[in-house]
């Protein structure tokens, strides 16, 4: 079994991934401590982008969360002082204050997403928090305007919430919020209730087949999912996406495995899928 390590050497050859200052500053996190690498794809119909990665850290995570602050620091630096890292450090003064538990974070990543155009480009930081605060929209800013991720927020079993935030390269940042479901609570009478109405049966069908699904929303409030699927190659197959299944056969045949499907809403309901994400 190939390491980790050798699997991501194996990748940037096969995907012809140069070198660049803020991949090296990844790696430099990357060789010195991680627990889990997942490699990711965007894929249209005219392009692919392969140079995102994460790093996911389970344990110790307070100490993990120094060294990430130290390497978003000096990415800031090397990219002209850009990135605007005002959500991240409100988030850990609200760590830090107790307005969020520290035992509360399950899981924190750190990843980067480097494209051809620089405007496109970003570092991110997620934690997976659990058992979240009473008032999301004040502690997470979640807009009065997005009722339909309130409503799914409020009856969510697990009361758990992914938290992303990007740092684009040019300065702009975005906070995105994930709510996660496993399929036995995809099953619950008052799970089907809430999302009656609010998603297409096609995207529905789907969940069906998976062991794990997210959503979040975008500037628009359009939503997007992230399926865990039970069968990779049947979910590729249903969705039959350009370019996909190739990519999905040359990232499994240097030893990666999928674990996660991105699509968006109003692409399945159209049954229009132009955008895909797969993260192994």
């Given at each position: 079994m190939l390491s980790p390590i050798e699997k991501y050497r194996r990748y940037k050859k096969l995907f012809k991934i140069q070198n660049s200052p803020t991949l090296e500053l990844f790696e430099s996190l990357f060789n010195s401590s991680?627990?889990?690498?997942e490699v990711s794809q965007k894929i249209t119909t005219s392009s692919i982008c392969p140079c995102r990665f994460n790093l996911w850290y389970h344990t110790d995570i307070f100490q993990h969360l120094h060294r990430i602050l130290a390497v978003l620091k000096k990415t800031a630096q090397i990219s002209g002082n850009q990135i605007n890292d005002e959500p991240f450090y409100d988030l850990f003064q609200k760590l830090s204050l107790g307005?969020?538990?520290?035992?509360?974070?399950?899981?924190?990543?750190?990843?980067?997403?480097?494209?051809?155009?620089i405007e496109d480009s970003r570092v991110k930081i997620w934690l997976n928090i659990s058992d979240h605060?009473?008032?999301p929209r004040e502690t997470f800013g979640l807009s009065d305007s997005d009722q339909d991720m309130i409503r799914l927020l409020n009856g969510n079993l697990r009361n758990n919430l992914l938290i992303g935030m990007d740092f684009r390269l040019n300065g702009k940042t975005k906070l995105k919020r994930?709510?996660?479901?496993p399929a036995e609570d995809?099953?619950?009478t008052s799970v089907q209730e809430q999302m009656d109405?609010?998603?297409s049966k096609?995207?529905?069908?789907?969940?069906?087949?998976?062991?794990?699904i997210h959503i979040t929303s975008?500037?628009?409030?359009s939503k997007v999912f992230h399926f865990q699927p039970y069968n990779s190659e049947d979910f590729i197959s249903h969705i039959a996406h350009e370019k996909t299944y190739e990519t999905y056969q040359r990232c499994t045949d240097i030893g990666f495995r999928l674990n996660v499907i991105s699509l968006s809403e109003n692409e399945i309901k159209s049954n229009n899928i132009s955008t895909i994400n797969l993260y192994f």
């Open positions: 991680f627990q889990h690498l307005s969020i538990e520290p035992s509360r974070i399950k899981e924190v990543l750190y990843g980067v997403d480097l494209r051809e155009n605060v009473e008032d994930y709510l996660w479901y995809l099953k619950e109405g609010l998603f096609n995207a529905m069908s789907l969940a069906e087949r998976s062991s794990r975008q500037d628009d409030l």
